[in-house]
């Protein structure tokens, strides 16, 4: 049995340049991993039969991907087996942070450990969705092509910041219709100079100031303009002192930075409760070192390892 964290992220930058020939879109954004995060269980016995359970504290609607990465490390192993995987859910679903793409990737990390068989899970990772290869670095990377060519990029040093979940679910599959957007030839996007600017940002290890207006989502447009709610939660976001205040992915989480732990409690408070479920969160961003640091760990516990 082996017991792990799959922690979310936040797209600092998101640019979407257009549809590719294969469907997909050709993307270009800055990932960052935060604090967030699911707990996983999982649990492997050898036996003749491949048989795969995944139980969650919330019900997950459509495919788990979990399930269908533990069915690839069997296969790629050349193992059968069962496998029993539970998900305590803490990331919010459907806000555009990873929380299914985590989870898969936990696993992919997870299980062959626990066979005791060397995988070349990278591959899997690509198979299974276009933020899941992130997942298994952590840290901060620019993503390139669907989001899974990586490049790794000095984590960010804003360490206090506040996450909104509102109960609003916006389809990516419309959100990318919604910007009907085409490749161009130079494919020469105001919203790629930005990028740029913000990732040198990073790199330099410039202060806060100097990129944090660079932090741009090519989504907020179309998905603020069907769902009103959002643009004046991030408004309000930036009216509180967070900069910069973003929505991640095709939405609908916002995140804001702040200057200390106390201007982050102090926000938590005043956005409440709705429902009965807390509107922010409080997180830190989660450093590649540190994550990478974890796995070791959480791997080295295991008996023969």
Not at 184 to 201: C, D, H, K, M, V
Not at 217 to 235: C, G
Not at 268 to 281: R, S
Request: aromatic share 8%.
């Amino acid at each position: 049995m082996l017991r792990v964290r799959a922690y979310a992220k936040i797209n600092l930058a998101l640019a979407v340049l257009g549809k590719r020939a294969d469907g997909f879109h050709d993307i270009r954004t800055i990932f960052h991993t935060i604090s967030i995060a699911d707990d996983l269980t999982i649990r492997f016995n050898r036996s003749r039969t491949t048989a795969v359970s995944v139980t969650s504290s919330v019900e997950i609607p459509g495919e788990n991907i979990a399930a269908k990465a533990a069915h690839l490390v069997l296969e790629a192993a050349k193992v059968s087996g069962k496998v029993d995987i539970h998900i305590h859910k803490r990331i919010p679903m459907g806000g555009g942070l990873g929380g299914g793409s985590t989870d898969a990737a936990a696993v992919l990390r997870a299980l062959p450990a626990l066979i005791g068989r060397k995988v070349a899970f990278a591959p899997l990772a690509v198979q299974l969705g276009s933020d899941v290869p992130f997942f298994l670095h952590g840290g901060c990377a620019l993503g390139m092509g669907r989001g899974e060519e990586l490049y790794p990029l000095p984590d960010a040093r804003l360490r206090h910041g506040v996450l909104l979940t509102p109960q609003v679910h916006v389809s990516t599959k419309d959100a990318y219709s919604a910007l009907n957007r085409q490749l161009t030839q130079n494919q020469q996007f105001p919203i790629l100079e930005r990028l740029q600017s913000l990732a040198w940002g990073l790199e330099v290890r410039a202060p806060k100031d100097l990129w944090a207006a660079d932090c741009i989502n090519d989504f907020e447009e179309v998905v603020f303009r069907q769902y009103p709610v959002l643009s004046k939660l991030q408004r309000k976001l930036s009216r509180m002192g967070a900069a910069p205040a973003r929505m991640t992915g095709s939405g609908a989480a916002l995140f804001g930075f702040y200057s200390d732990q106390a201007a982050v409690q102090a926000a938590v408070e005043q956005f409440g409760q709705v429902n009965g479920t807390p509107l922010a969160l409080p997180f830190s961003l989660l450093s590649r070192s540190a994550y990478q640091s974890r796995w070791s760990r959480w791997i080295s516990g295991i008996p023969g390892q």
